[in-house]
């Protein structure tokens, strides 16, 4: 398999990055469930067209794309797969959150763009899904190895010698955050297989997100010197929760640098030069989108907009957040649509008496809740103004 | 003639001894540095979640991974949609991780454990909860065999958590911010496999852990010391102990020697070696071999002791040369000054005792895990500190008073002839200097302590890493040796006096001018030279 040849090609109907990510490894797809069928799909990669693709574009990073790759390496693929699929729908599901309240509010759709290299996106939203997808899966990586889920975290076994061995003995294994860099690094770069601004551009965004979540991890001490004191300490980095990445990631997103890249210029060594120059000069934490959004709040056929004529918002209630804050000036009135009242009854628990997990004792309460929607403002003039509207940032 | 090596010592040998000691302290912060990884590794847990699914499962320890893993959930909503309860979770933790093992040679392992709550509006984590914690540990050596109980214990730990954004129903689902709550300490690491079953029992009628809000995880952070550091430091002893015995059996034949009995000084100097050879002695090799748990504090007691002799000589030592009227040369005189070392000693005595001695029944004992247990703790720890500020001022003024003492002599010097006064000079320097050699090597623990708190661990220095903790702790280990060892040496009665039954030439003052300054002196019996200027204006 030549290098111009995508994973895309298993799925061709949705192909996007993320959305690759998505079919090839989102638990429908996956082949991991059971130990012994799991390990004779990836051996023979025909037999699973998705997983033994990208398993070799997977690896082909370390192994100059080899023609066959070492059944242990097809292994290890597989023993993280399901992981990089968790990872990468944690992402998802922070960038639905963090956009709750915006005009584009993250859709599943989105996520699943063609990738036809002329109709590929590459705006800043583009830019924050990659970015939060790549620290969702190396965030879940991280995570699952303190679950003990993989054999190999922070040691690497292979220079070591053997497994656990005189290195672990000697002075510990790195930190379980650098194995999740690094298989991340494996699993969500291998998707990018051009080599055009574009490609560059998703790189740097994957690499942004990777940094997010190293940039919030927060170092923590213990002392324990003699009687308690702090002539000994250690520290560590700590994961944060996921929501600290996301919202780190939001401000990266509010503040995303637009690249210049000369179009059209082919793709000559010359110009993938030039192309890595200009990416090498912007920091690594930042953001980069090659193009501007595009207007959300009209519906949009082609690049698969909805628009935000239905969405619901938020008005007049006590403890609003900073996203639900005029969420109905900006997803309806400044998209020149109406804000509707709509009430409802609805029954909903109360006086509830909770334990620390599972048991929860409710009762029933009638309540009258009133939600806001948007729609279509009554009379011409409305609609001329929502369509001169450009999205500002 | 009485005097001590530094005083018949010629500037140039005392400079070599100086250098060569130098080239030691570097030595032993470069092991530190360069061959020995980090002092200790923390490893991260995340306790994986298993349902105690009644008489399905045989054994009564539930694995968290590998063959015999127990029925698992992912997170609690998948236990909501099954109906399980809160009684029937278990948390398991399986020290260390897959295909690892843990080795005597980590010494020390403690556990950190730390609540993941999540906000909820209608749920909040309640003033001053208290989580009950039901955990067992066990062992084993190889993995098939069954796991064996080490202890078991239902255990009290209060949550000090705070939410640091805004209350709100944007905000659920956020984590509190909890502080790091003690678990467990092992004073020895003698298994391979250990394995943590922490249950969080429900009792609406006895008010258990009711109002601790939504518990999403249990995370736990496991820190030993790394094998490799062990293996530094015990070598690091091994060759100390026999450089720091020698010198001490070499000082105490100089005073043997002597016709005079020894004085105080020169016994506390005796001591000060003891107490240095104790500590040094690499008793902690059998740790590797035997499951001794309480190594952990015979450490802490044998660091105790030591710490506690070098304060008291550094008061003796600067009574003794305070030159006024007083009569001393007893240990009587000092009670007052030594009195607040012993006190506050045995004030973290105590205190060590009830953490790490109860730690030895009970690992998951905590003394900070209660109020009483806490009042009291700071109760020693604030006695041990006012002590500690009443020995430093004390101290402070003593030597204080020897520099106003010697400079005062300094006025009589130019009355004096002038060999004598040329060798008072010296000694006056002399003395001053290993003074400032004491307060450039307090300088430096708390410097390198300081670095050691601040620094993120290592620097790269081109291809070479620099362990800083590690270089610390070796560095400083070797220095108060060093010092130790110097001042035995350097204090040892001159051997002149005995003229040709000594052969150590390397350390006797051979040079015709040390001769010459040194039989000037009128011959009185005390250690050094300062003494007989006391001894003398006492008489005046």
């Given at each position: 398999m030549?290098?111009?040849?995508?994973p895309?090609?298993?799925?061709?109907?949705h192909?996007?990055?993320?959305?690759?990510?998505?079919?090839?490894?989102?638990?429908?797809?996956?082949?991991?469930?059971g130990?012994?069928?799991?390990?004779?799909?990836?051996t023979?990669?025909?037999l699973?067209?998705?997983?033994?693709?990208?398993?070799?574009?997977?690896l082909?990073?370390?192994?100059?794309?080899?023609?066959?790759?070492?059944?242990?390496?097809?292994l290890?693929?597989l023993?993280?797969?399901?992981?990089?699929?968790?990872?990468?729908?944690?992402?998802?599901?922070?960038?639905?959150h963090q956009?709750?309240w915006?005009r584009?509010n993250?859709?599943?759709r989105?996520?699943?763009?063609?990738?036809?290299?002329?109709?590929?996106?590459?705006?800043r939203?583009?830019?924050?899904?990659?970015?939060i997808?790549?620290?969702?899966?190396?965030?879940?990586?991280?995570?699952?190895?303190?679950?003990?889920?993989?054999?190999?975290?922070?040691?690497?076994?292979?220079?070591?010698?053997?497994?656990?061995?005189?290195?672990?003995?000697?002075g510990?294994?790195s930190?379980?955050?650098?194995?999740?860099?690094?298989?991340?690094?494996?699993?969500?770069?291998?998707?990018?297989?051009g080599?055009d601004?574009?490609?560059?551009?998703?790189?740097?965004?994957?690499?942004?997100?990777?940094?997010a979540?190293?940039?919030t991890m927060?170092r923590?001490?213990?002392?324990?010197?003699?009687?308690g004191?702090?002539?000994?300490?250690?520290?560590?980095?700590?994961?944060?929760?996921?929501?600290?990445?996301?919202?780190?990631?939001?401000?990266?997103?509010?503040r995303?640098l637009?690249?210049?890249?000369?179009?059209?210029?082919?793709?000559s060594?010359?110009?993938?030069?030039?192309?890595a120059d200009?990416f090498?000069?912007?920091?690594?934490?930042?953001l980069v989108?090659?193009?501007d959004?595009?207007?959300?709040?009209?519906?949009?056929?082609?690049?698969?907009?909805?628009?935000t004529?239905?969405?619901?918002?938020?008005?007049?209630?006590?403890g609003?957040?900073?996203?639900?804050?005029?969420?109905?000036?900006?997803?309806?009135?400044?998209?020149g649509?109406?804000?509707?009242?709509?009430?409802?009854?609805?029954?909903?628990?109360?006086?509830?008496?909770?334990?620390?997990?599972?048991a929860?004792?409710?009762?029933?309460c009638?309540?009258?809740?009133?939600?806001?929607?948007?729609?279509?403002?009554q009379?011409?003039?409305?609609?001329?103004?929502?369509?001169?509207?450009?999205?500002?940032h | 003639?009485?005097?001590?090596i530094?005083e018949?010592?010629?500037?140039?040998?005392?400079?070599?001894?100086?250098?060569i000691?130098?080239?030691?302290?570097?030595f032993?912060?470069?092991?530190?540095?360069?061959?020995?990884?980090?002092?200790?590794?923390?490893?991260?847990?995340?306790?994986?979640?298993?349902?105690?699914?009644?008489?399905?499962?045989?054994?009564?320890?539930?694995?968290?991974?590998?063959?015999?893993q127990?029925?698992?959930?992912?997170?609690?909503?998948?236990?909501?949609?099954?109906?399980?309860?809160?009684?029937?979770i278990v948390?398991?933790v399986?020290?260390?991780?897959?295909?690892?093992?843990?080795?005597?040679?980590?010494?020390?392992?403690?556990?950190?454990?730390?609540?993941?709550?999540?906000?909820?509006?209608v749920?909040?984590?309640e003033?001053?909860a208290e989580?009950?914690?039901d955990?067992?540990?066990?062992?084993?050596?190889?993995?098939?065999?069954?796991?064996t109980?080490?202890?078991?214990?239902?255990e009290?730990?209060?949550?000090?958590?705070?939410?640091?954004?805004?209350?709100?129903?944007?905000?659920?689902?956020?984590?509190?911010?909890?502080?790091?709550?003690?678990f467990?300490?092992?004073?020895?690491?003698?298994?391979?496999?250990?394995l943590?079953?922490?249950r969080?029992?429900v009792?609406?009628?006895?008010?258990?852990?009711?109002?601790i809000?939504?518990?999403k995880?249990?995370?736990?952070?496991?820190?030993?010391?790394?094998?490799?550091?062990?293996?530094?430091?015990?070598?690091?002893?091994t060759?100390?102990?026999?450089?720091?015995?020698?010198?001490?059996?070499?000082?105490?034949?100089?005073?043997?020697?002597?016709?005079?009995?020894?004085?105080?000084?020169?016994k506390?100097?005796?001591?000060l070696?003891?107490?240095?050879?104790?500590?040094?002695?690499?008793?902690?090799?059998?740790?590797?071999?035997?499951?001794?748990?309480?190594?952990?504090?015979?450490?802490?007691?044998?660091?105790?002791?030591?710490?506690?002799?070098?304060?008291?000589?550094?008061?003796?030592?600067?009574?003794?040369h305070?030159?006024?009227?007083?009569?001393?040369?007893?240990?009587?005189?000092y009670?007052?000054q030594?009195g607040p070392?012993?006190?506050?000693?045995?004030?973290?005595?105590?205190?060590?005792?009830c953490?790490?001695?109860?730690?030895?029944?009970n690992?998951?004992?905590?003394?900070?895990?209660?109020?009483?247990?806490?009042?009291?703790?700071?109760?020693?720890?604030?006695?041990?500190?006012?002590?500690?500020c009443?020995?430093?001022l004390?101290?402070?003024?003593m030597?204080?008073?020897?520099?106003?003492n010697?400079?005062?002599k300094?006025t009589?010097?130019?009355?004096?002839?002038k060999?004598?006064?040329?060798?008072?000079?010296?000694?006056?320097?002399?003395?001053?200097?290993?003074?400032l050699?004491?307060?450039?090597?307090?300088?430096m623990?708390?410097?390198?302590?300081?670095?050691?708190?601040?620094?993120?661990?290592h620097w790269?220095?081109?291809?070479?890493?620099?362990?800083?903790?590690?270089?610390?702790?070796?560095?400083?280990?070797?220095?108060?040796?060093?010092?130790?060892?110097?001042i035995?040496?350097l204090?040892?009665?001159s051997h002149?006096?005995?003229?040709d039954?000594?052969?150590?030439?390397?350390?006797?003052?051979?040079?015709?001018?040390?001769?010459?300054?040194?039989t000037?002196?009128?011959?009185?019996?005390?250690?050094?030279?300062?003494?007989?200027?006391?001894?003398?204006?006492?008489?005046?």
């Amino acid at each position: 398999m030549d290098e111009g040849q995508a994973p895309w090609e298993c799925h061709p109907h949705h192909l996007t990055d993320t959305g690759a990510l998505h079919s090839c490894l989102s638990p429908g797809g996956r082949g991991v469930g059971g130990g012994g069928t799991a390990v004779r799909a990836g051996t023979s990669p025909g037999l699973t067209p998705c997983g033994g693709n990208k398993t070799r574009r997977a690896l082909s990073v370390s192994k100059n794309g080899m023609a066959s790759q070492p059944a242990y390496l097809v292994l290890a693929y597989l023993i993280y797969s399901s992981s990089v699929a968790a990872g990468a729908q944690s992402g998802i599901e922070e960038c639905k959150h963090q956009f709750a309240w915006e005009r584009w509010n993250c859709p599943e759709r989105a996520l699943q763009l063609s990738t036809h290299s002329g109709l590929r996106s590459a705006n800043r939203e583009t830019a924050f899904v990659h970015a939060i997808s790549s620290a969702g899966v190396m965030y879940t990586l991280t995570r699952n190895c303190s679950l003990g889920d993989f054999d190999n975290c922070g040691c690497d076994d292979t220079r070591n010698g053997q497994l656990g061995g005189q290195g672990w003995l000697w002075g510990g294994c790195s930190d379980n955050v650098g194995f999740g860099e690094a298989i991340s690094k494996q699993f969500v770069d291998a998707l990018e297989t051009g080599q055009d601004a574009r490609a560059a551009m998703n790189l740097h965004n994957n690499e942004a997100g990777r940094k997010a979540v190293k940039g919030t991890m927060q170092r923590t001490c213990k002392c324990h010197g003699v009687s308690g004191s702090c002539t000994t300490q250690t520290c560590w980095l700590q994961l944060p929760e996921f929501r600290e990445v996301g919202n780190y990631l939001k401000e990266k997103y509010e503040r995303a640098l637009q690249v210049d890249v000369l179009r059209g210029a082919g793709n000559s060594a010359a110009s993938r030069g030039a192309i890595a120059d200009t990416f090498s000069s912007i920091s690594r934490k930042e953001l980069v989108h090659l193009e501007d959004s595009p207007n959300y709040c009209l519906e949009n056929k082609t690049l698969g907009l909805a628009g935000t004529e239905g969405r619901e918002c938020v008005r007049r209630g006590k403890g609003l957040g900073r996203g639900e804050r005029r969420s109905c000036r900006r997803l309806c009135g400044d998209c020149g649509l109406a804000v509707e009242e709509r009430r409802a009854d609805t029954l909903s628990s109360c006086n509830c008496k909770f334990h620390w997990c599972c048991a929860v004792k409710c009762e029933q309460c009638r309540k009258t809740v009133t939600k806001y929607y948007c729609v279509k403002r009554q009379g011409r003039g409305g609609r001329r103004r929502g369509l001169s509207l450009r999205r500002k940032h | 003639m009485a005097g001590a090596i530094i005083e018949n010592m010629s500037t140039k040998k005392l400079v070599i001894v100086g250098v060569i000691l130098l080239l030691f302290q570097v030595f032993s912060f470069l092991v530190g540095g360069l061959i020995a990884p980090s002092p200790t590794t923390a490893i991260h847990y995340l306790a994986m979640k298993c349902v105690d699914a009644r008489k399905v499962q045989q054994s009564k320890w539930f694995m968290p991974w590998g063959p015999n893993q127990c029925n698992k959930i992912r997170d609690f909503d998948e236990a909501m949609v099954r109906m399980i309860e809160a009684n029937d979770i278990v948390f398991a933790v399986h020290i260390p991780l897959p295909n690892k093992e843990m080795s005597p040679w980590f010494q020390f392992m403690l556990v950190i454990m730390q609540f993941d709550i999540a906000f909820k509006v209608v749920n909040q984590i309640e003033d001053g909860a208290e989580v009950t914690i039901d955990v067992g540990l066990a062992y084993r050596d190889d993995s098939v065999s069954e796991w064996t109980e080490m202890a078991h214990s239902i255990e009290k730990r209060k949550l000090s958590c705070n939410f640091t954004t805004s209350k709100t129903y944007e905000n659920e689902g956020r984590y509190y911010e909890c502080d790091l709550l003690p678990f467990m300490e092992l004073g020895s690491v003698a298994h391979k496999y250990y394995l943590l079953n922490i249950r969080l029992p429900v009792s609406e009628r006895k008010r258990v852990n009711v109002g601790i809000g939504e518990i999403k995880d249990i995370r736990l952070v496991g820190i030993h010391q790394n094998g490799g550091f062990t293996k530094v430091w015990f070598a690091m002893k091994t060759f100390l102990t026999p450089s720091i015995l020698i010198i001490m059996v070499w000082y105490w034949r100089r005073i043997t020697l002597m016709t005079r009995p020894p004085v105080l000084l020169e016994k506390v100097i005796f001591a000060l070696g003891i107490s240095m050879t104790f500590i040094n002695i690499p008793v902690e090799w059998f740790s590797v071999g035997f499951n001794w748990t309480w190594m952990l504090l015979f450490g802490d007691i044998r660091q105790g002791i030591f710490y506690a002799m070098l304060l008291s000589f550094w008061i003796i030592f600067c009574g003794e040369h305070l030159m006024d009227q007083t009569e001393r040369n007893r240990f009587a005189v000092y009670w007052k000054q030594v009195g607040p070392i012993v006190f506050g000693s045995f004030c973290l005595f105590i205190f060590d005792m009830c953490e790490r001695g109860v730690q030895l029944k009970n690992p998951f004992y905590s003394i900070w895990a209660s109020d009483v247990g806490t009042e009291l703790a700071m109760a020693f720890i604030i006695v041990a500190g006012i002590c500690a500020c009443l020995y430093f001022l004390f101290l402070c003024f003593m030597v204080f008073q020897v520099f106003r003492n010697i400079s005062g002599k300094r006025t009589s010097l130019p009355a004096m002839s002038k060999a004598r006064r040329l060798h008072y000079e010296g000694l006056i320097f002399r003395f001053k200097f290993l003074m400032l050699v004491t307060l450039a090597c307090a300088a430096m623990t708390v410097i390198f302590f300081i670095i050691s708190q601040v620094n993120e661990g290592h620097w790269h220095w081109g291809d070479y890493t620099l362990q800083v903790n590690s270089a610390f702790f070796t560095g400083i280990y070797g220095m108060w040796n060093l010092y130790v060892f110097a001042i035995m040496f350097l204090y040892a009665p001159s051997h002149k006096r005995y003229g040709d039954e000594q052969s150590n030439g390397d350390l006797g003052v051979n040079s015709g001018e040390d001769i010459q300054l040194t039989t000037t002196i009128t011959h009185l019996d005390g250690p050094t030279e300062i003494y007989k200027m006391t001894g003398k204006e006492a008489q005046e």
